[in-house]
Every structure is written in structure tokens, then in C-alpha cells.
């Protein structure tokens, strides 16, 4: 079947504007996880959504980032006022739930602020 | 901080060869993760060991853990260029989440 899927792959932006980025999880994982990898640098995660749980926001480096989750589907992560140290590739990853482990990675986008 | 830590940070060896790669964390775990990485994208997961497992195998992979050590390694045998890749370490965070919490990796290069 499908796997998780990522858009843009690639997304150029200037310093001070908004993006946003999309996950589509594999259908019928319940747990969907946000990670920022810097280059040469390990997974960082973001935040994790588990159904209709609140989602877990903890490693959200400031409050210009934010998700969003629509039920179990499809999920944006939003970066406002982008800075350069934002420039990485932003990994999504599902899991059937979370405490089922092992988790799914789409593609990636990679961020580039300029 | 990070949970996971490998070593070496960088490994070149020949195809054919066996690699070892290594992951030290800090705070207890109910499962450790390997994770492969091509192309500084998507990850794909390898193999699984639980914390009351002391090795688990899996074609030419072979994980073990030692709980009283913090530690795990990954064990390659017969290196392809094909394993060429980023290899990373995963474990759950502290009870009550389900956080994962990845090492910084183990840069892979196996020559043909």
C-alpha cells in the first residue's frame, strides 16, 4: 500500500515568512510524529499526535512553530516568521498507534531559508 | 540532550567486511530501535530489541543490548555497497509518552 507521504519535497523560502508543510500517514495509523534533522545532525523530534489524544508539543523549539492534526489523517506543520536555523529537512513518521513502535518515515521535506 | 549516542560517527570499510556500530543511552528503556537512513531522507526501520532481549537477529543483522550498560550495537555482516547509509539508534523516552528519541548516527561507507 501507500507509504507516508511528504509535500513539498523541496520548499525555498525567504527569512520572515510563514510555511507550511504536509504529511499524509499511511491510512489507518493513528500516530503521526514531526522530526527536524539539521544537516550531518541526528532526528530531533517536533512533536506526536496519537488519535484524538492531545497532542505531545514538547520538543516544539519555539512558539513560531505549530501542527495540526485532522482526526487521524492528514497533518501540517506550520512555521511562522521562518529564521535560517530553520533550514532543514522536516521528517513525518506514522505508526499504527504509538505504542506499537515502529514508525513509517515519508521522504522528508527540505527546508531552505534564505 | 540526546538519549542516544553512537560511535563511531563515521565508519569506511571494505564490501564483504563486517560493521559494528554502537549506541549508548542515559536513561532506562522498554525497547531499543535501528534505523537506516539513504540520502539524508526518509528512515527505515531495521530491527526491534525489547529490554528484557539480549540479541535479536535478522538477515545479516545482528543487534544486541545490555541494559546494564546502556548500550546496544549493531552488528552488519558481510557488508554490500548497498548498506551505504546513515545508521541511527532509537529508544522510547521516559514512561508516560511515546516519544522517541533518536541518536546523532553512524555514518556508513562500505567500498566495493
Known amino acids: 500500500g501507500a507509504g507516508v507521504s511528504q509535500s513539498p519535497s523541496n520548499k525555498v523560502t525567504e527569512k520572515g515568512k510563514d510555511v507550511e508543510l504536509r504529511c499524509d500517514p499511511i491510512?489507518?495509523?493513528?500516530?503521526l510524529y514531526w522530526y527536524r534533522q539539521r544537516l550531518g545532525q541526528g532526528l530531533e523530534f517536533l512533536i506526536y499526535?496519537?488519535?484524538?489524544?492531545?497532542?505531545?508539543k514538547s520538543g516544539l523549539p519555539s512558539d513560531r512553530f505549530s501542527a495540526e492534526r485532522t482526526g487521524e489523517s492528514v497533518s501540517t506543520l506550520t512555521i511562522q516568521r521562518t529564521q535560517q536555523e530553520d533550514s532543514a529537512v522536516y521528517l513525518c513518521?506514522?505508526?499504527?498507534?504509538?505504542?506499537?513502535?515502529?514508525?513509517?518515515f515519508g521522504p522528508g521535506t527540505r527546508l531552505t531559508v534564505l | 540532550s540526546q538519549q542516544g549516542e553512537e560511535d563511531p560517527q563515521a565508519l569506511s570499510i571494505q564490501e564483504g567486511e563486517n560493521a559494528t556500530m554502537n549506541c549508548s543511552y542515559k536513561?532506562?528503556?522498554?525497547?531499543l530501535q535501528w534505523y537506516r537512513q539513504n540520502s539524508g531522507r526518509g528512515l527505515v526501520h531495521l530491527i526491534l530489541?525489547?529490554?528484557?532481549?539480549r540479541e535479536k537477529h535478522s538477515g545479516r543483522l545482528r543487534v544486541t543490548l545490555d541494559t546494564s550498560k546502556k548500550s546496544s550495537s549493531l552488528l552488519i555482516t558481510a557488508s554490500r555497497a548497498a548498506d551505504t547509509a546513515s545508521y541511527f539508534c532509537a529508544t522510547d523516552a521516559p514512561s508516560g509518552t511515546y516519544k522517541y528519541i533518536f541518536g546523532t548516527g553512524t555514518r556508513l561507507k562500505v567500498l566495493a
Open positions: 499526535f496519537q488519535g484524538n489524544s492531545a497532542p505531545d
Open positions: 491510512s489507518g495509523h493513528t500516530a
Open positions: 530489541i525489547r529490554s528484557n532481549e
Open positions: 536513561t532506562s528503556i522498554n525497547n
Open positions: 513518521a506514522s505508526s499504527l498507534s504509538a505504542a506499537t513502535d515502529t514508525q513509517y
